[in-house]
């Protein structure tokens, strides 16, 4: 058996004094009332008082740090090159491929990320005429993850008159590449999660373009004046099509002909609709 | 078809055996060949009695949902209003609107007030321990526009869900009773006696 130490007589007696049996129902409740309206009156006031009070300054009403962050950009100059090789590889977020960078600027990368540990790697590197440029995920450690709302959002423009390599890999998030004023010399583009919206231009591309995708939506926009022929390799989902001619187990534009200058794309896809359109 | 005592008294104490206690069976028995032993002597016979007294199937049914009712007044479990429910749809088709439906908006009302609640009980300690790490200069863990209000928030969810959870039950408690009472009403419309 336990013997009595010297300790328990001031423990009973604090005990006591905490009057615990008096404490009923109605008290505990009246209580959690008081600090519930206390708190957030004392958080609001410490708002208030500090300036950061919601609403101001265009905010919503919330005490929480806004998901919107303010973008990192870099530029990476074509150097004289007369080619490009654009390596995008990204892990989880939304990913925008847009044309329309500044005159000898090969990639505008700007990278939308409360926290400076979410930046993702870029080098560039020349070789002969070619301007080699990769952009790659550092991944996140797990600290990074519990950050809420950490938003991972990357917007690159690229070049409009180097002919370009692009390959574009992302594990998770949507997709969208408007390619139509590109000057693309080839296309790979895989995701693995996440919708997918690409649109090319009407001047051929004469290297490979695969898309491969695993889980999500694809919308593929060809202009309806390209010369373009499409292969789909579809697991679970349905294919649309607009404005192109189903022939020989390709989707063609309709003024499709093998003799002049064409764009072949393959698309690959496991689970999700494919929409094809000619515009 | 034709029935007489006997067959009256085997099929009302089929449908309530296993709900009713032997004892509380044994005297609704009781009660119904005394009603027979009486209509009897008074020149009346099996086919009119039984007439009278309508269909024994209905009869087990209100009898059973009425016990199980009680039962639920008595004893106050999840289990036993469910099955009061369950019992009181059993009398007409309508009670899918009149009971079923009720229930079931009462169901999911408290069910997302006690889900709203643990969830502002665990969020609340979470953001607090968030804004404490952000104090502490900690970049990864700023959620709060101010960390310091953000200390005070966090105490408020917590407390508020805290709250939510505490007023769940004691809306759970009130609406039982209230349930009880309008099933009590319901059966008592349909079998056409007074409230019980």
């Not at chain 2, 900690?138 to 508020?160: D, E, R």
């Not at chain 2, 869900?161 to 408690?173: F, K, Q, S, T």
């Amino acid at each position: 058996m336990r013997t009595k130490e010297p300790g328990d007589d001031k423990f009973a007696g604090l005990v006591c004094r905490l009057n615990l049996s008096g404490l009923t129902v109605t008290k505990i409740i009246l209580w959690l009332i008081a600090i519930t309206i206390v708190s957030f009156v004392i958080g609001a006031g410490i708002l208030a008082v500090s300036g950061d009070l919601p609403g101001g300054h265009g905010r919503t009403a919330s005490p929480f740090v806004e998901g919107g962050s303010h973008g990192n950009t870099s530029s990476f100059p074509c150097g004289g090159a007369t080619s490009g090789t654009v390596s995008i590889t990204m892990g989880a977020g939304e990913l925008s491929v847009r044309g329309g960078a500044q005159e000898d600027i090969l990639m505008e990368a700007t990278v939308f990320s409360r926290n400076a540990e979410w930046q993702p790697a870029i080098t560039q590197s020349v070789n002969g005429s070619q301007t080699i440029i990769t952009m790659t995920d550092k991944g996140h450690t797990a600290k990074e993850w519990v950050a809420a709302h950490t938003p991972n959002s990357w917007d690159i423009q690229l070049s409009n008159r180097v002919p370009l390599d692009l390959t574009v890999h992302t594990g998770a998030g949507d997709t969208s590449l408007d390619l139509s004023n590109l000057n693309l010399a080839s296309l790979v583009v895989e995701n693995g999660a996440g919708d997918t919206e690409i649109a090319l231009g009407s001047a051929p591309v004469p290297g490979p373009v695969e898309i491969s995708l695993g889980i999500g939506d694809l919308t593929l926009r060809v202009p309806k004046s390209s010369n373009t022929r499409i292969n789909v390799h579809n697991g679970v989902g349905d294919v649309s099509r607009s404005g192109l001619v189903e022939q020989g187990g390709f989707f063609t534009t309709p003024g499709y002909n093998p003799d002049r200058p064409v764009t072949e794309i393959w698309v690959k896809q496991g689970v999700g609709s494919t929409s094809l359109e000619a515009v | 078809m034709q029935q007489n005592e006997q067959e009256f008294i085997r099929i009302l104490k089929e449908r309530l055996e296993g709900t009713l206690a032997r004892e509380e069976l044994d005297d609704i028995v009781s009660d119904y060949s005394e009603h027979f032993r009486m209509g009897k002597e008074s020149g009346r016979t099996d086919e009119e009695l039984c007439k009278s007294l309508g269909s024994p199937e209905d009869i087990a049914r209100e009898l059973k949902a009425l016990h199980l009712v009680k039962k639920a007044e008595n004893s106050k479990s999840c289990g036993n209003i469910f099955h009061a429910v369950i019992a009181t749809l059993g009398l007409g088709l309508f009670n899918l609107v009149f009971v079923l439906v009720p229930f079931l908006i009462l169901l999911v009302m408290l069910f997302v007030i006690f889900i709203v609640g643990v969830l502002f009980t665990v969020i609340g300690p979470v953001g607090f321990v968030f804004s404490l790490l952000q104090l502490a200069g900690q970049p990864a863990f700023a959620i709060w526009l101010n960390p310091a209000a953000g200390t005070f928030f966090a105490i408020g969810i917590t407390t508020m869900g805290l709250l939510l959870i505490i007023g769940d039950y004691y809306l759970a408690r009130f609406f039982y009773r209230v349930g009880i009472r309008y099933l009590k009403w319901n059966i008592s419309v349909i079998s056409g006696t007074e409230e019980i």
